[in-house]
């Protein structure tokens, strides 16, 4: 199935072989976890590469900085996120609590695919939020050199 674009080309969709195609093309490690999602780890943290939408045309990559930190940590983990997100069109951070009380450093990325997309688009997507998480992931090890240590 190829989706038409409103000019009249075709591009293929969107899929999980497609993202770990891509991941392969990029020599970025990856597997296949419990639910079926592609994920991968990286040194400063894990990330999932998501194909959602009602036709599986929404990409999604999202990711998480190693570093548990503690509710105390809470305002500037945020503080971090809106200094990003003023200065940087994607990944989109973001700060959230698990049921454990840890505080999280989180990233996402998504982009609708609905007309199809070339190799060369979704590798330009996948590097990108990529590259710039890591960045962010970057600036949390220097900004939280304690909690960094602990899981490095």
């Known amino acids: 199935m ?9 591009l293929p969709p969107l899929s999980r072989d497609r993202i770990e195609q891509s991941l392969d093309r990029l020599e970025f490690s990856h597997f296949i976890d419990d639910d079926g999602d ?5 040194d400063l943290g894990f990330f999932y590469f998501l194909v959602r939408g009602e ?3 929404i990409f999604i990559m999202q990711g998480v ?5 503690a509710e105390s940590d809470y305002l500037m983990t945020q503080e971090i996120c809106n ?10 951070a973001y700060v959230n609590r698990d ?20 190799d060369a688009q979704l590798d330009q997507h996948i590097i990108g939020a990529l590259m710039g998480s890591l960045q962010l992931f970057e600036q949390a090890a ?11």
């Not at 200094?83 to 989109?92: G, I």
Request: proline share 3%; aromatic share 14%.
């Open 2 to 10: 190829t989706a038409t674009h409103h000019s009249g080309s075709t």
């Open 38 to 42: 592609v994920a991968g780890e990286w």
């Open 55 to 57: 036709f599986s045309e």
């Open 65 to 69: 900085w190693r570093g548990a930190l």
């Open 83 to 92: 200094a990003w997100n003023e200065q940087k069109l994607w990944p989109t």
């Open 99 to 118: 049921d454990n009380g840890n505080v999280w450093l989180r990233v996402e990325h998504a982009v609708d695919y609905e007309h199809g997309l070339t």
């Open 142 to 152: 220097d900004a939280f050199p304690e909690v960094w240590e602990r899981v490095r």
